[in-house]
């Protein structure tokens, strides 16, 4: 059994995802929560995080993803990890990062600054050795970088992933899941020339594997209705359709508006044509999951998450019989939870928090082929 976990931490991401064979991998790390405030509810994720290796007999993640350099995906994980590039970061009790995945931007960026500066800082170092770091993008967007480090590219090409192939890390046969990337990306204009699109952010689709039955879960990070837009028009035409197929979806970026429609709409949310088509990929019984606050119900703020935003995804989860979660809100928006999905021969089941706080699974989804 696989299991990936949502964790409450309000507007912000982190996402754990724990293979059966025993390797695990974080998406961002946004530690908040304040323990000593009572009215506080987002969790203490670097106590639960640290418990979940400590349990495990482990003081190190396989993988550690940072999909962008913003700050409600990675406040303060330069007091939680282990860094290899100052000995500041490697007092005892840090945690580990076998492997580091950063899109190209956290290389050559500029004017970064605070915990985004130090991530630069760290994937640099990484890279610069050559080892411990992946990057997403084209090897040839960071080759000036690379030229003025006296770094042959040829000597790094095996550090980078583009978008279209799958992450080296897992196999399906071997580790029971793989890593399709789908953001950063290039589009190519009429002159010939690629373009570099949606650079900022990490967006996959991971297809897990556990008997003969296959789970999909498409990780949307901050991905706005034109990055998605070019990602759909993109895969439809590689004809690899299978590859935006979701059976969880982490919806984008808190659950706001951006990533559907350029227009809020008044009561729903209407996404552009190729994001419709997008959530209609969804297998029956699938979970829609936004890493957010609750679910207002006025207008009186613009940040999100908005609530026409969530009544579009509440309609395209009634359409196949799943659910809607918001971490914030699970399975009470008075005392929040981790959001438990775990994956097996018979899906993709949210582990249900019962009334003296244990937990059981119910809600699989239906059977994709394999």
């Known amino acids: 059994m696989h299991k990936t976990t949502f964790f409450p931490i309000g507007n912000a991401d982190c996402i ?46 396989d993988i550690v993803a940072f999909t962008h350099a913003d700050d409600d995906h990675l406040h303060g994980f330069s007091d939680f990890f282990h ?43 990484r890279l610069k050795v050559g080892r411990g770091i992946r990057v997403f993008s084209r090897p040839d967007a960071l080759k000036e970088w690379l030229e003025k480090q006296k770094i042959k590219l040829d000597d790094r090409k095996n550090l980078f992933t583009d978008a279209g192939q799958l992450t080296p890390e897992f196999k399906k046969t071997e580790d029971g899941v793989e890593f399709f990337v789908h953001s950063p990306f290039a589009i190519r204009q009429e002159d010939g020339n690629l373009i570099d699109k949606n650079g900022n952010s990490l967006v996959m689709q991971a297809t897990f594997v556990a008997g003969a039955k296959e789970t999909k879960l498409i990780l949307g990070s901050d991905c706005d209705w034109e990055g998605w837009s070019d990602i759909v028009n993109i895969t439809k035409y590689h004809e690899r359709n299978e590859r935006l197929g979701w059976d969880v979806f982490k919806v984008s970026h808190h659950c706001s508006y951006k990533s559907l429609s350029a227009d809020k709409g008044k009561d729903k949310t209407t996404p552009v044509k190729e994001v419709k088509w997008l959530f209609e990929q969804g297998a029956a019984k699938g979970t829609l999951v936004a890493t957010c606050d609750p679910i207002p119900t006025n207008d009186d703020n613009d940040q999100p998450p908005h609530r026409q935003t969530a009544r579009f995804y509440e309609d395209v989860a009634a359409k196949i019989g799943g659910e809607f979660k918001v971490t914030m809100e699970h399975p009470n928006k008075s005392l929040p939870k981790p959001l438990e999905i775990k994956i097996d021969g018979f899906g993709a089941t949210i582990r249900k928090i019962t009334s003296g706080g244990g937990a059981v699974a119910v809600g699989q989804s239906a059977p994709r082929a394999g």
């Open 16 to 61: 754990r995802i724990d293979l059966e064979c025993g390797k695990k991998i974080l998406f961002d790390y946004a530690h908040y929560g304040n323990a000593e405030d009572d009215s506080d509810l987002r969790i203490d994720l670097a106590s639960a995080l640290r418990d979940d290796l400590l349990a495990a007999g482990r003081d190190s993640f």
């Open 83 to 125: 860094l290899d590039h100052a000995k500041k970061y490697q007092t005892e009790g840090r945690i580990k990062i076998d492997v580091m995945w950063v899109p190209a931007a956290v290389i050559i960026g500029t004017e970064l600054v605070d915990e985004p500066k130090v991530l630069q800082e760290e994937a640099r170092h």
